[in-house]
């Protein structure tokens, strides 16, 4: 046991602490998640859905935590205004690992919309949260989900009442700000019940001024027929290691988007696991990256039709400069019985640096006899002969290359549905291309 | 307008171009013909400062500047505009977008603002009519998807809106029916003034109906072979190349 051994013996002698400062559903996941973290590990390069991505470098260095939950000493709902333009969201601040407690605009949610912190709902929705609480984020699965489970004192529950639709974007802006290195440990209970429909947008920022390590586990419950779209845009920095795994559980006829979109990253881990267990349900996953310097960003999918009639729809598209590395893997899993099942998988990859890398892998695993599956992967670099075709129009070669690049992620950018999300989703592209987005100025969403 | 000196060039090593003389004065016509590989594609690319092509030897004066000298971009902005044989497709690129990127390049390249997005919009709408393009072209693709008459048209249109004072045309009538090389012909037409030259390349009589050129050259071997007017368009026509090869041999 090597780069473990640290956060083991942190959790055994601070056990104390971090259950005192929790709730007793998130310290009755702790023992299981404990032993299984020591069995397993952290996931290392052997492990199928970890090859190009080294784990515990990120996780080697001696990082503080806020084990004794002292509240960071800032008002963010103060410090940013919305300014996406004809977006109103709902605004919400987790600052490392603490939901801050919301404007009183924000929390004027609707009858059956609630959003709040992981401990207040385990007073509110005891029976919701001890049910869902764990249930997809198997500790044992995943080393990272184990520590995540071991260490979580919070987190952010999100739960919509059945038939009810949410009508404003729950927007949740991540912010990395310390005095100090510092892991924070994120966690997500989504629970949209039958015929819900939710919007969330999840902007992760990082004051760039010390080394941060992240991990986030999402759970996401999708009832019958519910809807729910989830972005989640990262502008860091090169000093930032993140992890975060998201799980979904989609009941019959309900559809789940997700929408990751990487401008600015250390290295980044981006792992979606989406069930699809009921008959009809829909799952869609779109990912843009634009990764330069020494970024690092890695998406790992596994979309499992275990039910009949499914469908699912996954684009992820990279620009990689300089000596970036990209990795995509998306596995379509048609188990047996999942008849009809439709699904299409596409990673198409630019690479505008010879030393940059992309490693991709779309993996179809069938086990069902009357089924779609369509997958491509490319890798490629600028068509010449556009470049020189805008060129001979007056275009000099750098605009004509961002124009390329835009245009390039910009079919991803097209399918997010928001469209003031998309709008300022299209210019921060241009602006990450045209390299006017050097740092992270609180939420870019919200700053314009 | 454009004087070419003993023009050398090579694509891949090879060359292809061995010894061009060419003046082309403001106003003029220029009809390049010859058989498949006689160097008029490498001409027009060296001319626009194709990256895959090597000039080896000789001198290209565009309106007093030194042409080889130039970024193919710089070229484009002093008034040098090819319409391209085969149109390239830039897909996620719009018509607009990318008409806005190349005018504006040009107006910053003269020290002047960039056009105002009602303005542009104006003129998009003006320059769109002169042959035939939808409105709904300009909000896809660069050629994405257009048919080859479309895309054709699209370089006239380009051209209109660019306002080029030398335009190369490649090669712009092949693959339209009648109809389509009639409007590109007709479009062409309307955009020329007194000042303003072009080189046409063509294998059709048709074009040089509609063009009336003032001079019209034969490219053999990488060399003019032979100079006239129009006739000698007409006389290529109808006799092939191969006369005027046995001219050069005999």
């Excluded at chain 1, 799980?247 to 990487?262: E, H, L, N, P, V």
């Excluded at chain 2, 319409?83 to 690129?93: H, L, M, N, R, T």
Aim: hydrophobic share 40%; charged share 25%; proline share 3%.
């Amino acid at each position: 046991m090597g780069v473990e051994q640290q956060y083991i013996e942190l959790f055994d002698s601070q056990r104390d602490l971090i259950d005192r400062h929790s709730v007793g559903v998130l310290n009755a996941r702790r023992a299981a998640a404990r032993e299984a973290f020591a069995a397993h590990g952290l996931p290392t390069r052997r492990d199928e859905r970890c090859k190009y991505t080294d784990v515990a470098e990120a996780f080697a260095p001696d990082y503080g935590l806020n084990l004794g939950r002292i509240v960071p000493g800032v008002d963010p709902y103060r410090a940013y205004r919305c300014q996406v333009p004809n977006l109103s969201t709902a605004l919400y601040f987790v600052v490392n690992d603490s939901f801050m407690s919301p404007s009183p605009v924000a929390a004027q949610q609707p009858e059956g919309v609630t959003v709040c912190s992981l401990g207040e709902a385990a007073r509110r929705f005891p029976d919701v949260v001890d049910n869902c609480y764990g249930r997809l984020a198997d500790p044992a699965g995943d080393g990272i989900t184990a520590l995540n489970t071991m260490l979580a004192q919070d987190g952010l529950f999100v739960h919509v009442a059945a038939g009810v639709k949410c009508p404003r974007t729950l927007q949740v802006v991540n912010m990395s700000a310390a005095s100090l290195d510092l892991m924070a440990t994120r966690r997500v209970l989504l629970v949209a019940e039958a015929g819900a429909e939710a919007s969330l947008l999840f902007c992760d920022h990082s004051d760039g001024r010390h080394n941060y390590l992240t991990t986030q586990v999402v759970e996401a419950f999708l009832g019958k027929g519910a809807r729910v779209d989830f972005y989640s845009v990262e502008e860091t920095h090169a000093s930032h290691r993140r992890f975060c795994h998201l799980y979904a559980d989609q009941q019959a006829g309900s559809r789940f988007t997700f929408g990751g979109i990487t401008l600015m990253a250390g290295l980044t881990r981006n792992r979606l696991d989406l069930h699809l267990g009921g008959e009809g349900a829909e799952a869609r996953a779109y990912g843009c990256v634009v990764a330069d310097g020494e970024e690092h960003v890695d998406n790992n999918l596994l979309v499992d039709h275990a039910a009949p009639g499914c469908t699912s729809d996954l684009l992820y598209k990279y620009v990689l400069d300089d000596r970036a590395t990209g990795v995509f893997a998306g596995r379509i899993l048609v188990r047996e019985g999942a008849e009809h099942t439709a699904s299409d998988e596409t990673n198409a990859n630019l690479c505008a640096s010879p030393d940059a890398r992309m490693f991709t892998r779309p993996i179809l695993e069938i086990y069902a006899d009357d089924v779609r599956c369509n997958h491509g992967a490319t890798v490629g670099r600028f068509d010449e002969q556009a470049l020189f075709y805008m060129r001979q129009r007056g275009i000099d070669e750098s605009e004509a290359r961002l124009l390329l690049q835009h245009a390039f992620v910009n079919d991803v950018i097209r399918r997010i549905e928001l469209e003031p999300v998309r709008d300022r989703l299209s210019y921060l592209v241009e602006m990450r291309f045209r390299g006017l987005l050097h740092r992270c100025g609180g939420c870019e969403m919200c700053h314009s | 307008m454009l004087e070419i000196k003993n023009l050398h060039a090579c694509v891949e090593g090879k060359e292809i171009l061995k010894g061009i003389d060419l003046t082309v004065g403001d106003g003029e016509v220029h009809v390049l013909m010859g058989p498949n590989g006689s160097g008029k594609s490498t001409l027009s690319n060296v001319l626009v400062g194709n990256p895959k092509y090597t000039v080896t030897e000789g001198s290209v004066t565009f309106n007093g500047k030194d042409l080889l000298a130039l970024s193919a971009e710089d070229r484009s902005h002093e008034g040098l505009f090819m319409s391209f044989q085969a149109p390239v497709e830039i897909p996620g690129v719009s018509m607009t977008n990318f008409l806005r990127a190349a005018l504006n390049a040009k107006r910053k390249y003269f020290g002047q603002e960039p056009l105002p997005a009602g303005e542009l919009l104006k003129l998009l709408r003006e320059k769109r009519k002169l042959v035939g393009l939808d409105a709904h072209f300009m909000s896809r693709g660069v050629n994405e998807g257009f048919s080859g008459g479309e895309k054709k048209r699209n370089e006239i249109f380009q051209m209109a809106v660019l306002e080029p004072k030398l335009s190369i045309l490649d090669e712009t009538d092949s693959g339209l029916d009648v109809d389509a090389l009639r409007i590109v012909a007709e479009g062409f037409n309307q955009l020329r003034t007194p000042q303003s030259s072009a080189i046409v390349i063509t294998h059709y009589q048709r074009m040089l109906d509609y063009l009336k050129p003032d001079f019209v050259h034969v490219l053999v071997g990488g060399r003019i072979v032979k100079n006239g007017d129009a006739s000698l368009g007409y006389a290529i026509e109808e006799r092939g190349f191969d006369w005027i090869k046995n001219e050069i041999t005999a």
